[in-house]
């Protein structure tokens, strides 16, 4: 072999020595990638309190209406010319109080006449009883009198109301909203006369919902207030509750009140109704602890470390608490800062920990 073919030999080992090198050096780093690093475990720190037992002051504030407790739409009861009108539009009028005279002079005459049928026919029925106990005249000609004297005495009934009502009159005492007659009108039986609308008895109408309108009470005290007079409180007493709710679940309830001639509420004005549902004590949360909607309320609850999600019903707000029904006790720690990085399970860390 010449000295040429033996380097060449030599120069080719050597190749196959350095290739056996970098595998053994590729193989221990991919060796040494594919180790497992132990870590700890990921913990979520989070804030918890504990339900509370709170004394509360229930109040329910709602919006209402104020409308009038009475109105009437008064009519005319007998017909004629109109010869006087006694009110206008905007007048306070009493109970009884004339509005309008009708012409009367027939009806009075109409009325006279009747009184004297009535009076001749009492006279004649009085003497055919002593004829009859004296067995002077029959029964059948007594009972020709007893109907000539009832037959006289409903005309004289007839007469006389429509006499009276020649003086249109207020069945009820307010005010005068609209007027439809003027002198020289011709009234016909029906026919409107005025629209009075009681301004001194009011009520409101609001709506209540299913949880709380069973605590309501016929002749509860309301406080009562408008926009229209800050500061200033009306009294109002619980009137009527209607048994039948709408499709929102809420039942009418009417608030009787009485209007101040100093600060005068009225017909379509709008208010808010205050009733006082009294003290009483609750399990209460910060209302910054549930997870997810008001309709599925939900918690996170601490238990050994692990955050678990519980269902519970809730009640009432007050201020930033809400009330719990039923799904805790005094005895659990609540989630309360932390909520959203939190799942079902997950492993937490007590960072905070209120009124343990």
Known sequence: ?????????????????????????????????????????????????????KSVRRELILNGTIRTENEVQVVAETQGKVLRVFSDTGSRVEQGEVLVQIDDELKQSSYATAQAAYDKSKADWNRAQDLFTQKVISDSDRQGVKLAYATAESQLLMARRDFENARVRAPQGGVITQRFVSVGSM??????????????????????GERDVLKIRKGMSVDIDSDLYPGIVFSGRVSAISP????????????????????????GMSARAH???????????????LAGAY???????ARDGIARLVS?????????????????DEADRIVTEGLNNLNDGASINVAEAVNQ
Not at 24 to 51: L, Q, Y
Not at 275 to 289: D, H, K, M, Q
Not at 295 to 301: D, F, I, K, L, R
């Open 187 to 208: 009234l016909t039986t029906g026919a409107p006369v005025a629209h009075i609308v009681d301004t001194d008895n009011l009520k409101m109408t609001v709506q209540v």
């Open 312 to 328: 519970i019903a809730t009640g009432a707000e007050y201020d930033t608490d809400i009330e719990v029904l039923e799904g805790l």
């Open 1 to 53: 072999m010449n000295r040429r073919a033996q380097g060449k030999k030599i120069g080719i080992g050597l190749l196959a020595g350095m290739a056996l090198v970098l595998t053994a050096i590729v193989s221990g780093c991919g060796a040494n990638k594919a180790a497992p690093v132990a870590k700890g475990d990921a913990r979520i720190s989070v804030s918890i309190v504990r339900p509370q037992k």
């Open 275 to 289: 009733v006082n549902l009294g003290e009483r004590t609750i399990l209460a949360i910060p209302r910054a602890a």
């Open 244 to 267: 039948q709710g709408d499709s929102a679940l809420t039942f009418p309830v009417e608030i009787a009140l009485k209007s101040d001639s100093r600060k005068p509420l009225y017909d």
């Open 295 to 301: 309709q599925t309320p939900q918690v996170y609850v």
